[in-house]
């Protein structure tokens, strides 16, 4: 086996085996309906985690995109709210978070500064315009956003996906070909791998790291969308934490911290696994929601010493 | 006047001064302290006052920063070291109906400190032993840590009836403030240590570059590792802190953002965060920019909510100002042919 695929086996393995530990202890646990409501619950986590795939894969962070999944739901409920058509209020806030994240990327390529740091401080700018329009919660009637938010999509067995789902399914399988099918993709590889080198081979370097940050701001804002079909409102504080969560199911995910490794087809398996924690303790009942939290600290910190591992392991072989 | 702007405090200084200006011109009577109910009264101690637990943290945060680390996970430790001490003081009465310590205050406050310097020794393993990336080593306990918290008190929020719980937050001691005599003890302290003794060469040191440190006799790891778990410390103190102004400990919101004020605060003291050049004296001053701001807009009538935007338009102008790239673009723009002379 491909030595970077053996991070992505084990947390495919972690997967099934989270998914048999819970059909065999829970009834009705094994339903077609079960997973796909993973998929359905946390589509815009999936959204936005393949848009930290990229950014993590060429070196980067960006803590900037769960205020920018609630600065959409606010920017959406308010559009909507002044009569705007649905359609046009989607491209504006898809519009929106791609300029917001190119700007983040654009500082952070042309000054040299920190994506922590910069991304830090457009999460507080994201949050504050959030504010800006609104400290209420704006409930959506559009007729549009009402039905695509009940709009059941079956597919045989009596099971069925939302919408927000498949545009989740659609932005992996594209993600996947973006990462690993284009120019584009080997660059942002290339980038995380030693800016550098990839500098030397005449790579685009500085093209290619604002367009990753443009292209997690515009993923932040269609989670937002897709959160807003979920939630059917507007609100400040939606989201809150999520890009930790993102980040978690990046490195679930077997993508290296570092840059240059990874897959986005794990994230999809970490995204999955921090859904299958959350089902299982529904199923159980007795466990209270701050397991979770628990839980997945204690997969970040196992994965995060696996990476340590697989790290110390190239070196001393080269 | 030059010698003067090119101090490391200058900008700090000049920022914090002129926040209280725009204060004193909208509100003749915002500077005036007077002396009410056997203590110091006004809004000047009021900021000092909640300014305290910021300027503790960031006092940590300053250290962890000044050798190239990263500690987000002040927060959560904030919310653990509350719950810890909420929940050995207890929320419970006595038989003659006064509220009575579940345990003595001393051991409540002690185990609360202990569990925050268990939480920063977990970080700095991380970082050291490990060899995570800071960010990423004390993410683990900002997720998992606020878990932690809320385990603890079992989701509640518990409210402490015990009076002498409340010194800590609310208390004075000479007429000032209990919590503004622990920020000040620890920041003079911390600046003996850094300014009388080798530590501070040797943190500079390690921030400049950690493996020249290393080579040149400096204790990197066990610095380091020490520099984390004093974070750890420095946040439980915080949590105590807090928690005893409110009379309670809330898992879910306590501490919450407090990692990215702290950030803040040692950003504009003028402590790089590129690491080794760091100013303990700035932070403090960081931390009272933080406060007044908060008091500032509050004053001014405007919503609350508009500071994090301020908060974020400060930020990109510190930074900005930090970069070598921008000052070089500032200079070409306002002086052009400046590099040609």
């Known amino acids: 086996m491909r030595r970077p695929l053996l991070p992505l086996a084990i947390t495919v393995a972690l997967f099934v085996a989270m998914a048999i530990f819970g059909g065999v202890r829970y009834q009705g646990f094994l339903s077609l309906q079960v997973f796909?409501?993973?998929?359905?619950?946390?589509?815009f986590l999936c959204v936005v985690a393949v848009g930290m795939t990229f950014?993590?894969?060429?070196g980067g962070i960006d803590l900037s995109v769960g205020a920018v999944i609630a600065l959409t739901t606010m920017i959406s409920a308010a559009l909507l709210h002044a009569?705007?058509?649905?359609?046009?209020?989607m491209a504006t806030v898809l519009a929106i978070g791609a300029a917001f994240g190119a700007v983040q990327g654009f500082l952070i390529q042309r000054f040299g500064l920190a994506p922590f740091i910069v991304t830090l401080a457009g999460m507080f700018l994201a949050r504050g315009c959030c504010y800006l329009i609104s400290t209420e919660s704006i409930p959506i009637s559009d007729?549009?956003?009402?039905?695509i938010a009940q709009a059941r999509i079956p597919v045989g067995f009596d099971a069925s996906l939302t919408v927000g789902a498949v545009i989740a399914l659609a932005v992996v399988l594209g993600g996947m070909r973006?990462?690993?099918?284009?120019?584009?993709?080997?660059?942002?590889?290339?980038?995380?791998?030693?800016?550098s080198a990839a500098r030397l081979m005449g790579l685009p370097v500085a093209a290619t790291r604002i367009r990753?940050?443009?292209?997690?701001?515009?993923?932040?804002?269609?989670?937002?969308?897709?959160?807003?079909?979920?939630?059917?409102?507007g609100y400040s504080l939606h989201a809150v934490g999520l890009e930790l969560d993102a980040i978690a199911a990046v490195v679930i995910g077997g993508t290296l911290l570092a840059g240059g490794v990874g897959y986005v087809a794990g994230t999809l398996f970490g995204v999955l696994i921090l859904g299958i924690i959350q089902t299982l303790i529904a199923f159980d009942g007795t466990l209270s929601s701050w397991w979770t939290r628990i839980v997945v600290g204690v997969l970040l910190l196992l994965f995060c010493l696996l990476q340590r591992l697989f790290e110390a392991r190239t070196r001393s072989k080269a | 006047m030059r010698r003067l702007a090119q101090h490391a405090l200058f900008w700090p200084s000049a920022t914090l001064a002129l926040l209280l200006l725009v204060n004193a011109a909208f509100n003749p009577s915002f500077l005036a302290i007077s002396w009410r109910d056997g203590h110091l009264y006004g809004n000047l101690i009021d900021i000092l006052n909640r300014a305290a637990p910021l300027m503790i943290v960031s006092l940590g945060m300053t250290l962890v920063i000044a050798i190239r680390g990263l500690d987000i996970s002040v927060g959560a430790v904030v919310a653990i070291a509350a719950a810890v001490a909420a929940l050995l003081v207890g929320g419970g009465f006595s038989a003659d109906g006064t509220a009575a310590s579940e345990y003595p205050l001393w051991f409540a406050l002690g185990a609360a400190l202990l569990a925050a310097t268990v939480c920063g020794l977990w970080n700095g393993v991380l970082v050291v032993k490990a060899g995570m990336q800071p960010i990423v080593a004390t993410l683990i306990l900002m997720v998992a840590g606020r878990g932690v918290a809320q385990l603890l008190t079992g989701g509640q929020i518990i409210t402490v009836y015990y009076p002498p719980y409340y010194v800590l937050g609310s208390g004075f001691l000479l007429g000032v403030p209990v919590a503004l005599w622990i920020a000040v003890l620890l920041w003079a302290v911390l600046q003996w240590l850094a300014t009388r003794t080798a530590l501070g060469l040797f943190i500079r040191a390690i921030g400049g570059n950690p493996d020249a440190a290393r080579v040149a006799g400096v204790r990197a790891a066990d610095i380091a590792l020490c520099v984390y778990t004093f974070c750890g410390l420095a946040a439980g103190l915080a949590g105590l802190i807090i928690s005893s102004n409110v009379k309670s400990a809330d898992a879910n919101s306590a501490g919450q953002l407090l990692e990215l004020d702290a950030i803040l605060a040692v950003t504009l003291g003028g402590t790089a965060l590129t690491g080794g050049r760091f100013?303990?004296?700035?932070?403090?001053?960081g931390a009272l920019i933080i406060q007044t701001l908060t008091a500032t807009i509050y004053s001014l009538g405007v919503p609350p909510e508009v500071n994090l935007v301020v908060k974020a338009a400060l930020v990109f102008a510190v930074m900005l100002l930090q970069s070598a790239e921008f000052r070089a673009l500032l200079k070409r723009t306002l002086r052009p042919g400046a590099g040609a002379a």
Do not use: Q
């Open chain 1, 36 to 43: 796909l409501n993973l998929l359905i619950d946390n589509a």
């Open chain 1, 55 to 58: 950014v993590i894969l060429s």
């Open chain 1, 83 to 89: 009569g705007w058509n649905a359609w046009a209020v």
């Open chain 1, 143 to 147: 007729a549009t956003y009402t039905a």
């Open chain 1, 178 to 195: 973006i990462a690993h099918a284009t120019e584009f993709g080997r660059t942002v590889y290339a980038i995380g791998g030693g800016e």
């Open chain 1, 212 to 233: 990753v940050y443009l292209l997690s701001g515009c993923m932040a804002a269609l989670a937002g969308v897709v959160m807003t079909f979920y939630m059917l409102s």
């Open chain 2, 279 to 285: 100013s303990l004296a700035g932070t403090v001053l």
